[in-house]
């Protein structure tokens, strides 16, 4: 199936901070419920690729957008913990944290 | 919508089942292989169908039958659903 | 939802499925056994342990398997190990820091460059735990981390596949790339062991 061409430059820079949208989908996803309006610092900017829920739902042109591997500290997912949790997350799961 | 695979953080489920540490087969039946290799010229090689709506389809069933069957079972319900869905396999 | 195959045993169900898909034109059993024996000639943790040990002994190497595994992967004639849009990252420990990789939403894993996952791997309290307290099941696995030893756990919720490269064994400066690779296990590339 033919795919559009990637939407140059993605958003997002390593070192942004972002949050992971806080939504509720009924369809298939691969952002984890934990991560749910959580916010995370991106580490690497991974290759565009098709959008999961797209795909799954047969949308016939399913977008391509980056994705970015995103790091949470334990705390701010759990409330406690020393631990990180890194995450690959499609660019139109997250939102520009701010500076 | 919370779905069942997206298990993430939660409690309750108890010490990980480690198992024979010393068993390295790749697969602990036939069928799970048969399983495997029928998922892989499915997906990977005709491509009738995607490996999100494959994970869309294990996904979609019941919480209980999910938490009930085997990682390959899972598969096997996958495959059997969206051939069904796709009318690849009416019946399956 | 399931129709009256659901009852029978997973064998026969399986087989069932295999018999429909044949009958159907989709496959037969020889195209279903060449891939197979395809994938399992070529999946094997062993191919983890030469990039382990490799990196061990070249530094130029570690530096490209950690920014760009996949070109590391074809220094070694692994490229095909991806399959499709699959990624590799390889992740370094180090005295200061110790990853382990899980996949929460499903057990994704490098199936075609290390075999299939550990049955522990696919697990729900594996799943479900190990972004919430890696030491904790890390130390069910046996596996103690001083507490100044920051653990980052990786969920492989994209395309991505994630390999840990352990820390060089003490004692092991003599050793051959070959007798390194030895020191490797499976679960040493997925964060439950230190090697």
């Known amino acids: 199936m033919p795919e559009p061409a990637a939407r140059p430059g993605g958003r997002f820079a390593p070192g942004d901070r972002v949050r992971v949208a806080a939504v509720d989908p009924d369809h298939h996803t691969r952002m984890p419920r934990y991560a749910r309006g959580r916010a995370g610092t991106v580490e690497r900017v991974l290759p565009a690729c098709p959008l999961p829920d797209d795909r799954a739902r047969g949308v016939p042109q ?36 701010g500076s | 919508m919370a779905r069942i695979n997206d298990m993430g953080g939660m409690e309750g489920l108890g010490p ?31 491509g009738l169908f995607t490996s999100d709506e494959f994970r869309d389809a294990i996904e979609r069933m019941p919480p209980r039958e999910y938490l009930g069957a085997s990682y390959y079972e899972r598969w096997l319900v996958g495959l059997e659903t969206v051939l069904r869905e796709k009318g690849i396999l009416p019946d399956a | 939802m399931s129709g009256a195959h659901a009852s029978l045993p997973i064998a026969a169900r399986v087989r069932r499925l295999e ?32 990039l382990a040990a490799r990196a061990w002994a070249d530094d130029a190497f570690r530096a490209l398997l950690l920014d760009d595994a996949r070109a590391a992967l074809a220094e070694l004639g692994l490229a095909d190990r991806l399959r499709g849009r699959e990624q590799l990252r390889v992740v370094a420990n180090s005295a200061e820091r110790h990853n382990v990789v899980v996949c929460t939403l499903c057990s994704c894993y490098p199936l075609s460059l290390l075999g299939p996952s550990p049955s522990w791997y696919k697990s729900e309290a594996y799943r479900a735990r190990m972004v919430r307290e890696p030491r904790a099941v890390l130390a069910e696995f046996g596996l103690e981390l001083p507490p100044e030893v920051q653990v980052s756990v990786w969920d492989a919720s994209a395309e991505a596949r994630y390999m840990v490269l352990p820390r060089r064994p003490a004692g092991s400066e003599d050793r051959s790339e070959a007798e390194l690779a030895r020191l490797v296990t499976r679960n040493g590339l997925i964060g439950t062991a230190t090697v």
């Open chain 3, 19 to 50: 018999e429909r898909c044949i009958a159907a034109g989709l496959v037969d059993d020889a195209r279903l056994d060449r891939t197979l024996e395809r994938y399992l000639a070529a999946a094997s943790p062993l191919n983890g342990a030469r």
């Open chain 2, 16 to 46: 990980v089942p480690l198992g024979d540490q010393g068993d390295a087969r790749p697969f602990q039946a036939d069928w799970e292989a048969r399983v495997f290799a029928l998922s892989r010229v499915l997906i990977g090689e005709l």
């Open chain 1, 62 to 97: 399913p977008r391509v957008e980056p994705v970015y591997t995103v790091r949470f500290a334990a705390g701010d997912l759990w409330g406690a913990g020393t631990h990180t949790v890194t995450v690959d997350l499609w660019e139109s799961y997250l939102e520009s944290e």
